[in-house]
Structure formats: structure tokens, C-alpha cells
């Protein structure tokens, strides 16, 4: 049976830059043999973690109030059986974009479980791409890569980022670009 990876691509935007390159990507590793679950969250209706907190409480440890109301619990589920997911996500003001942290706060209630040693997974990759349009800049990627090395941790992935830069659309993403994904998610 061939290995599943799970893609993330965390853009708002549909066809967007980062959509396009994890499409692409995953037209690469189905290539190779992998069998690629893409999950766009500009394609997915879901609610943002709202801090209410339950998943932390006894009587609802590890819950979410949301997690029959979209994909997003059984994805984290997912996430700590595969052991390799790539994530892709552009960089708004030097940061995720809003939805895509809202989508990654959701990972509380499997964070409440992990406190308290009630989380089982082996230990795993979280490869990320990051894409910014800025050509220039050495902490673009900072703020970012320290949100997804904890957020990746739950899950027992660590992280890897590409960062690149100049990438302001679909258009500007060059075959050396894709060359440099390529090898980065094969490595
Ligand atoms: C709200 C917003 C904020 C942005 N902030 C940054 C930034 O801080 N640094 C940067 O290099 N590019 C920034 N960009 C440019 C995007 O990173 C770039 O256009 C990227 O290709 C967008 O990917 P997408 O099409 O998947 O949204 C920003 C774009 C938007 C829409």
C-alpha cells in the first residue's frame, strides 16, 4: 500500500499562490507512488478556536465544542497517525494568515490531552512551505516557524520550513521554485 501524506494548504486563498504550489506538489508526490490527502482551508468551512476553554476541563478533556461541526477534529486525529504532513501557507504581516491561526488554536483540545500524557503518537515530520511575497527579509518566516514547531510538537512532528520569497502570485512561481519544493518535501 503506498504511504499517505497529508497536505495542508493554509491560505484563504482559492488558487491563490500557496494553493497553487501544494497542488502542484501533490501531482509530484502522487508521481512518486504517495497517496496525498490535500486539505485547502480556503476550501473548508470551519469554525475558529473561540477560547472557550472546555477542552481543558475534566469533564470535557481533549473535546471540542466544534468537533462534530466540521473536519477539523478528525483531521488533528489524522495528524497523529501519519507521520508525515506538509503544510503550506503564505505569509500576511509577517505572520499565518488569521483563518489559518484559528485553524491551528482548534489544536487545544488535543494540547489539553498532551499535558497530561494522554496523547499516543510516534515521532514524525511537519514539513513546511511558506510563501511570501516580499523578495527580501530575514525574519519573515520567524514568527511562523515558531507557531507550527509547537503546534507540530502535539502531534509529535517536528519541523522543517522552506521559506521563499517573492512569490506575489500563481504566476511568479518559477520551475526553479518548484524544483526547490520538490526537493525540499523529498529530502
Ligand atoms: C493581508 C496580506 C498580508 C501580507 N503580508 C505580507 C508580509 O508581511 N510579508 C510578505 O513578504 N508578503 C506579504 N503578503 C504577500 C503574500 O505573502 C503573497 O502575496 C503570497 O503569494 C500570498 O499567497 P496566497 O495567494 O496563497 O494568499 C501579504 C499579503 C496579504 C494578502
Known amino acids: 500500500m503506498s504511504e499517505k501524506i497529508?497536505?495542508?494548504?493554509?491560505?484563504?486563498?482559492?488558487?491563490?499562490?500557496t494553493e497553487?504550489?501544494?497542488l502542484k506538489a501533490k501531482v509530484f508526490l502522487e508521481a512518486r507512488g504517495y497517496s496525498v490527502r490535500l486539505f485547502s482551508l480556503a476550501r473548508e468551512q470551519f469554525?475558529?478556536?473561540?477560547?472557550?476553554q472546555k477542552c481543558m476541563q475534566d469533564s470535557f478533556l481533549g473535546r471540542c465544542?466544534?468537533?462534530?461541526k466540521d473536519n477539523i477534529y478528525s483531521l488533528f486525529q489524522e495528524m497523529l497517525i501519519l507521520r508525515k504532513v506538509?503544510?503550506?501557507?503564505?505569509?500576511?504581516?509577517?505572520h499565518?494568515?488569521?483563518?489559518?491561526?484559528?485553524?491551528?488554536?482548534?489544536?487545544?483540545?488535543?494540547?489539553?490531552?498532551?499535558?497530561?500524557?494522554k496523547l499516543n503518537a510516534l515521532p514524525g515530520i511537519l514539513k513546511a512551505v511558506l510563501v511570501a511575497g516580499r523578495p527580501k527579509g530575514n525574519k519573515l518566516?520567524?514568527?511562523?516557524?515558531l507557531t507550527l514547531t509547537y503546534f507540530a510538537s502535539i502531534f509529535c512532528l517536528s519541523v522543517k520550513v522552506c521559506?521563499?520569497?517573492?512569490?506575489?502570485?500563481?504566476k511568479h512561481i518559477s520551475q526553479q521554485v518548484e524544483e526547490k519544493v520538490f526537493s525540499f518535501l523529498s529530502i
Open 6 to 17: 497529508l497536505l495542508i494548504s493554509g491560505s484563504p486563498n482559492k488558487n491563490g499562490t
Open 20 to 22: 497553487t504550489l501544494a
Open 47 to 52: 469554525y475558529a478556536c473561540q477560547g472557550c
Open 65 to 68: 465544542i466544534f468537533e462534530s
Open 86 to 94: 506538509f503544510f503550506f501557507a503564505p505569509i500576511y504581516f509577517y
Open 96 to 117: 499565518l494568515p488569521g483563518r489559518c491561526k484559528g485553524f491551528i488554536d482548534r489544536a487545544q483540545s488535543f494540547y489539553a490531552l498532551q499535558q497530561r500524557n
Open 141 to 145: 518566516f520567524i514568527g511562523t516557524e
Open 163 to 170: 521559506g521563499l520569497r517573492g512569490l506575489d502570485a500563481p
